[in-house]
């Protein structure tokens, strides 16, 4: 079901830009964390707004989003305007293994992510547990839920990558609703009342930190599973519902050949 050759071939391929852009929420939470705790010499630090900022709905977000479109559209479209697909395709290998390859090439280059930016923040947010005004379950899920977020981004880039033959299509579609997703859910969060609606159409919302956190007086911790796990799931199904799309449409469309 999966081609070792294909897989190692993207992986090869894309590593440079997925180290680069994929853990660039690591190297945020390891330079705002000391920052903000030496501007902060008295009293707890209040990390948990800023983490909220800079990196839970902003470049933390934006920076590795910029590699899923890239390498979704590099390993799908890419291929089909170069002309590649087409040895690929006249090879023994069948459809549904290609396909299956390129799906577990890019859920497995963000679940990587996701765990080497646990490992490589985790240290930090401990270490300085008792200067902060979040918990590290609270952290923890936090990010969590923004991988999950990109995990369903990743879906809407690679399914435009699969469906469309011509690149300019699939950046215009794969890219164009997860910026325009972006845009509405900063808009619904701003302290317009009247744009508030704006967070019933767009995915982006899903991933509400305000439902995730709750005060204990001293600091945020975790909130109450049933508050958020709903939302989660949503993400991780949603998600997953694109990629079996993108499985189904790539299996019957007609390639450029």
């Known amino acids: 079901m999966v081609n070792k050759a294909i897989l190692k071939q993207h992986f090869k391929s894309n590593f440079v830009l997925w180290l680069i852009l994929i853990l660039m929420p690591a190297l945020f939470v390891n330079l705002i964390v000391p920052l903000t705790i030496n501007a902060t010499p008295e009293g707890t630090a209040q990390i948990s707004i800023i983490l909220k900022l800079a990196v839970f709905t902003s470049i933390g977000f934006q920076v590795p989003l910029i590699y899923t479109i890239i ?7 890419g291929e089909v305007q170069t002309g590649r697909i087409t040895y690929v395709i006249a090879s023994p290998l069948k459809r549904t293994t290609i396909i299956n390859t ?16 646990i490992i490589l923040t985790a240290p930090i947010i401990a270490m300085n547990a008792s200067k902060i005004d979040i918990s590290m379950g609270g952290y923890l899920t936090q990010l969590i839920g923004m991988f999950l977020l990109l995990f369903m981004t990743c879906g ?63 600091k945020f911790v975790l909130a109450s599973a049933d508050k958020w796990i709903g939302q989660y799931l949503a993400m991780f199904v949603i998600g997953t519902g694109l990629f079996a799309t993108s499985a189904f449409v790539f299996k019957n469309k007609d390639l450029l050949l």
């Open 102 to 117: 390129k799906i577990i090439f890019m859920v497995a280059s963000l679940t990587i992510g996701c765990i080497l930016n």
């Open 71 to 77: 390498a979704s559209n590099k390993i799908m479209v």
């Open 156 to 218: 809407i880039t690679f399914l435009a990558s699969t469906y469309f033959n011509k690149a300019v299509w699939s950046y215009v579609v794969g890219a164009g609703i997860p910026i325009l997703f972006y845009i509405l859910s900063m808009l619904a969060n701003s302290s317009v009342p009247a744009l508030e609606n704006l967070k019933y159409i767009t995915l982006n919302s899903l991933f509400n930190e305000t439902n995730l956190l709750e005060s204990n007086g001293e």
